[in-house]
């Protein structure tokens, strides 16, 4: 009983510390995707970014990744880009809470659909992770009083 409320407890902490990475776009990697902007808008939003997980952009072909300004990414206006890397893969650590954004500014891949957006900021996920931290907390606390107890 006490063993499996502390491999419970290990496993959520885990669960809520692990930075994970992610290859955008899982199987249609860093392409033109075939229906326009929703395939990396949908891929976004199944995935629950945190501070510290490493986004993959693997691609074969000619296309690049920038990181740049919510106006830019709007306009797919690839000069001025924040970072610009030409080489595959390209890896980005999400170090800050702030939402980012990506395009390929190879032609007009980015209007073709080739861009997407990292959003930190999900309440959907900050409510989750504070789910699990507050279930871990108190599973901590009952497996500690167990331990004192007996
Ligand atoms: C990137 O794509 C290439 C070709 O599809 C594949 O061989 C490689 O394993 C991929 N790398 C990652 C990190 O997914
Ligand atoms: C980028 O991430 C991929 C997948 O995890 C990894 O295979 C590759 O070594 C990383 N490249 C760099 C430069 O960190
Ligand atoms: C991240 O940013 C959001 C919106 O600005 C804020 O509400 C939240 O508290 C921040 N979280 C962290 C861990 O900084
Ligand atoms: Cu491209």
């Known amino acids: 009983m006490i063993w499996c409320l502390i491999a419970l407890v290990l496993a959520l902490d885990l669960k809520a510390t692990t930075a994970e990475t992610f290859i955008v776009g899982d199987g249609i990697e860093w392409d033109i995707p075939p229906l326009g902007s929703i395939a990396y808008r949908t891929w976004a939003r199944s995935k629950d970014f945190e501070l510290g997980d490493t986004i993959v952009f693997n691609w074969t072909g000619t296309h690049d990744v920038a990181e740049v300004t919510r106006e830019n990414y ?73 331990l004192t107890f007996f």
């Not at 797919?76 to 880009?81: K, S």
């Not at 080489?87 to 997407?116: E, M, W």
Request: aromatic fraction near 6%; proline fraction near 1%; charged fraction near 10%.
């Open 74 to 146: 709007d306009s797919c206006t690839g000069t001025d880009a924040i970072d610009l890397r030409q080489t595959s893969p390209a890896n980005f650590t999400l170090t800050t809470n702030s939402t980012r954004y990506f395009i390929c500014t190879i032609s007009n891949h980015c209007d073709l659909g080739q861009k997407v957006t990292i959003n930190m900021g999900d309440q959907w996920s900050s409510a989750s992770s504070l789910a699990v931290g507050a279930l871990s907390a108190v599973l901590s606390t009952i497996a500690i009083s167990f």
